[in-house]
């Protein structure tokens, strides 16, 4: 995929209508036939190629509410066969509902993913995110609502009702998006980055109903009239979305390197999930309720669903869209990295021991039994990616696995870089993820392209059994399964000189194969601090 040019319409019920020219550029040739990713909702009128002649196509049947979906794709008969590495221009127009969602008033739901043609069936098991496009997005929307979308804007005016928008990536993307509605709008800087919260002035329908059960108590629901919740609109926790997220960016600035594009916009969806686009964060309407709101309503795990969500999503703006992924093997690379960056975000927020008990509740995660009974994370490795998921795993198993146990193997790295000696711990692996950053710049990273890095940064200490690389590692914890348990005992005793102490111990290894190894560091908690004696490596049972 080379470029995009959308020019679009949203309409006050919510219709979406799109005229999209896109240039491809085949990466083989003689083929006459191309697949397209495309929401069924969206019926297409007619596509033509460069020269305006319409060509034959086929869609799936329209999903609209049902339960059965017929799929989401389009197959485009060209005229002649494709000739590799050849660029040439197709032109769709289409038009729908239901792809956005009307949710109340001033409220819409953008759906992040299916609005405009994807390429489908990319070769090698790649996905969208290894390939990049540049973005030309025009919009017709109400006048009376804002507009946002991915890249810069680069103009704006209104014509009788409607206000229109112009917006183009700096550089090329792996996707794009939009999103519309009643906002109040708060900025923020962080150095150059302009940071904007588009929140709704006015509850959508769940939350409105919400708030009608408290506020009637004896009419809807079974809500304790005494309970205080306040107004539930998303404006009024707009200030602080802005603060948390230009803090994650500081943080994240700090460990993995420059903010890849110049501005980033945060808005809230219904439901309870996020997606972070180029520049552009859909966030779960609960991250944007205060404390005693979330407690009103019974919502636990408050960390989880706040500071640790939302630095979740803003990582992705370096995993998945500064580097991406080549196939869907690597997508830990994204996933893992992503939940990593939220719990270190936590350990900054709010404490080292809050960021523990994010980490303890990961290993939880990859300890519960799967369906059949057997340990999560003997289910498969983190490296077959969405193939992890089965009848035989049972619900959660791509969750607990990719992005818990991938965020784990990023964290044993950190630790095994981790050097008490300097003023800034993290000094090490920092300059290792900055490198992984900038050699990866808007390019798509393998396991193995990661692994590479790890072994240019690799000190003396992860060398085992005079092997410098990393193999052993990666073997385990990424191409196989397996999760070691440890016992350690010791004892003291001092040394004539009064002064020196003689440390003896045993180190016992059960639940993985007698080759397996490990780099353990061994700490010792003089008074109230800490000191890291060294490195043991097991290295046999």
Known sequence: MHSYRIDGTVTDDAGLSA??????RPRHASERVLLFGLDSNLRIDSIKDAEGQPLEFFQARETKDRQQSYGDYVAVVL??????????????????????RKVGDGNYFCSSFGWYPTMME????????????????????????????????TSQQTEGNWLLTSWKSGIPLAVAGFAFGDYTVRNEKVGAIDVQVYANRRPDDLLRSIQDAFNNPGEIGNYSSSAAIG???????ARTIGAETANTLRVFQDYFGPYPYKQIAVTNIPGSYGQGWPGLLYLSWVTFLDSTQRHAL????????????????????????RVGWKSYHDQWLSEGFAEFSGNLYVEFRRSPQEAMLQWRKEKE??????????AMDSIAPIWLGQ???????????????IYSKGGYVLHMLRMMFYDFSHPDHDHLFKAMMRDFCQTYENKPASTRDFQALVEKHMTTNMIMERSSNMDWFFDQYVYGTGIPRYQFSY???????GKTMKLSGKLIRSGVPDDWKDLIPLYAHPGQGTVRLGFLHATAR
């Open 231 to 237: 107004n539930l609109n998303m404006a009024a926790m």
């Open 387 to 401: 193939r992890v998921a089965s009848s035989a795993a049972g619900p959660g198993a791509y969750q607990d696995l």
């Open 79 to 100: 005229r002649s066969p494709t000739r590799e590495g050849v660029t040439d221009r197709l032109d769709f127009h289409y038009a729908g509902s239901r792809v956005v």
């Open 122 to 153: 990319p070769p090698a098991g790649t996905g969208t995110f290894a390939f990049r496009s540049d973005f030309e997005i025009n919009f017709r929307s109400p006048e009376k609502y804002g507009f946002v979308a991915t890249g810069q804007k």
């Open 491 to 497: 004892t003291t005793e001092g040394l004539p000189d």
């Open 298 to 321: 019974g919502i636990t795990e408050h960390v989880q669903l706040t500071d640790f969500f939302r630095a979740h999503e803003s990582s992705h703006q370096w995993w998945g869209h």
């Open 365 to 374: 995660n990859l300890l519960r039994a799967s369906a059949k009974g057997f």
């Open 19 to 24: 005229t999209v020219q896109m240039s491809v």
